[in-house]
């Protein structure tokens, strides 16, 4: 888990000094840009502190790194990142109950957003 928290960390890294440079293969680049928003959502979202155990700290520290290169990515693709952002959040806000697990996923969302 440990390795692949850092292997994670290392890619978001990459991707925030390489995305800035998109602009100059806007059209070659669309369909990896839809796999890493998707990516970056999955990664952002919440999880339980059972499923990284001593790692969770890290795992914090990785999912803000992706909130990042979703800031990177909102600079040329702002359309895209709402979508995906409203697609996400509309099945959680209608729900019929709200649970604690709902609200910590609304939380994850909007910690996301803030890059």
């Known amino acids: 888990m440990k390795k692949t928290l850092g292997a ?3 890619f978001c890294i ?7 440079q ?8 669309e369909q990896h840009i ?15 502190p059972t499923v990284f155990g001593a790692n ?3 795992s914090l520290i990785v999912a803000e790194t992706w909130a990042e290169v979703l800031g990177v990515l909102s600079q040329s693709h702002p359309k895209l990142i709402q979508r995906t952002f409203t697609t996400i959040l509309n099945p959680l806000r209608n729900e019929g109950h709200i649970t604690s697990t709902t609200v910590r996923n609304i939380i994850s969302l909007l910690m996301g957003m803030k890059y």
């Open 8 to 10: 994670g960390y290392l």
């Open 22 to 29: 998109l602009h100059y293969h806007p059209s070659e680049c």
């Open 14 to 20: 990459v991707l925030i000094e390489i995305l800035p």
């Open 34 to 48: 839809h796999f890493l928003v998707t990516h970056a959502f999955n990664h952002i979202s919440f999880r339980a």
């Open 56 to 58: 969770y700290q890290n």
